[in-house]
């Protein structure tokens, strides 16, 4: 399977626990975007890599989320001293961005229930 | 001017009807206006997507309306099917970047 993979595909862990989600984006893909999508709602944008470096970053991510690509490949988001409010599906994208656009590709996502 | 404003929030048609969905949207810099479908515990799938410069884009038996100036775009399903039941999702942005999502659309077919 060559979509984009994301692991694990289901966390539960209690409030003030740190999490990490691993999302693998189609191999020739530059850019990778994270999104986070709550019960009922559409996905919201969080944040966005060209290759390793971090292009954007949403206001939505506070101070105890961190997104890394450290070598252009996979990307790692981390959740901080996890909270109520941070019980949501999060999303993983690539897109191959050329000429100004570059079709996103979505992962199945990583549901976290923080107790 | 970042939001992106989807109706209905649900809609039931029966099996051959022609479910329509409406999107609009405010940011006049959005150039990419995709629609998403999702299905219960998966990724959202791109269906089909229009740029500005056409009024309408067919894609097998979908369909999307572009309106510019009253800044809407519609998605049309026809001869719908019970396996096109799922949400859908509209977005916008520019040059497909950081995508804003409307509320989605949740759709039963009916057989």
């Known amino acids: 399977d060559t979509g984009v993979s994301q692991d694990p595909r289901h966390k539960i862990t209690k409030r003030g626990q740190n999490v990490t989600f691993r999302c693998d984006p189609i191999s020739e893909h530059n850019r990778l975007y994270w999104y986070r999508q709550t019960l009922g709602q559409g996905p919201e944008f969080l944040t966005y890599f060209q290759n390793e470096a971090q292009l954007e970053k949403s206001r939505l991510l506070s101070d105890r989320f961190s997104a890394e690509r450290p070598k252009g490949s996979f990307s790692t988001l981390e959740i901080q001293r996890t909270e109520q409010g941070d019980s949501a599906m999060y999303l993983c994208a690539s897109s191959l961005f050329q000429g100004g656009t570059g079709e996103l590709f979505f992962g199945e996502g990583s549901r976290l229930t923080v107790l | 001017q970042q939001q992106v404003k989807q109706s209905p929030q649900s809609l039931i048609v029966q099996k051959g009807g022609i479910p329509i969905i409406n999107c609009a949207y405010e940011?006049?810099?959005?150039?990419?206006f995709p629609w998403y479908q999702q299905f219960p515990g998966k990724g959202p799938a791109l269906l089909i997507a229009i740029r500005p410069d056409v009024s309408e884009k067919k894609e097998g038996r979908f369909t999307i309306s572009f309106n510019k100036s009253a800044k809407q775009f519609s998605l049309h399903i026809m001869d719908s099917q019970p396996g096109d039941s799922a949400t859908y999702f509209c977005?916008?942005?520019?040059?497909?970047?950081?995508?804003?999502f409307g509320q989605g659309t949740r759709l039963t077919i009916n057989p």
């Open positions: 940011n006049t810099a959005f150039d990419y």
């Open positions: 977005a916008a942005g520019q040059g497909a970047q950081k995508l804003v």
